[in-house]
């Protein structure tokens, strides 16, 4: 009884805290780069093309939406979004990874403008 | 000769991309206005969180990401309804578009 009045405080408190990420996680940049390993191959090479099952431009992720790179991510984890290399990749994130990635990726820093 | 060669070269690299495309950016523009702004913006870069922005995005990503939608590939209820009324011209036009407005998307690395 006297844990709901506290849990609610504290949640008032910390939803404008995390209302750009998704549900409660909090996504960390810094984390979020060293987990880059798998994406960078594709996302962070300008003009990177798609070998399979179709040829077009890698997307630009980089200051995309932390909220919708979550939300792609966890359509491709569960088959929703049917792209083999992400769909093998995401199968491998943790809700926390996702946020950290989408975190490093939609926040600001180094990059190219690109074409 | 090594010029010519070049320029022969660069013209046969941009008759290929054009004739792929073919993409008329003001009727893209004007489908935008009619379709996608709403949510979107007319620039592609919506500030709202759950729309991805689309300014300055790959072309041929975009319109695969149409035709996806068009086709039932990808799903969403929203972008389902509005893709399957696109033609392929369209979804050329505005994929071409979106491409060209100012980007705030970055190859980040």
Known sequence: ?115 | MKTSLFGLLAALAVGATTAAGAADLKAGEAKVKEVCQACHGLDGNTPTPDYPKLGGQRPDYLAKALRDYKSGARKNAVMGAFAAALTPQDIDNLAAYYAAQPAVLIVKH
């Open chain 1, 1 to 115: 009884m006297k844990l709901t009045p506290l849990c609610t405080a504290l949640a008032l408190l910390v939803v404008p805290a995390t209302a750009w990420c998704q549900g409660s996680l909090i996504g960390n940049p810094v984390a979020g780069e060293q987990k880059d390993q798998m994406c960078g191959g594709c996302h962070g090479i300008d003009g990177w093309r798609t070998a399979y099952p179709e040829v077009y431009g890698v997307p630009k992720i980089g200051g995309q939406h932390p909220a919708y790179i979550v939300k792609a991510l966890q359509e491709y984890k569960s088959g929703e979004r049917t792209h083999p290399s992400m769909r093998a990749i995401a199968a491998s994130l943790s809700d926390q990874d996702m946020a950290d990635l989408a975190a490093y990726y939609g926040g600001s820093g180094a990059g190219v403008a690109s074409k």
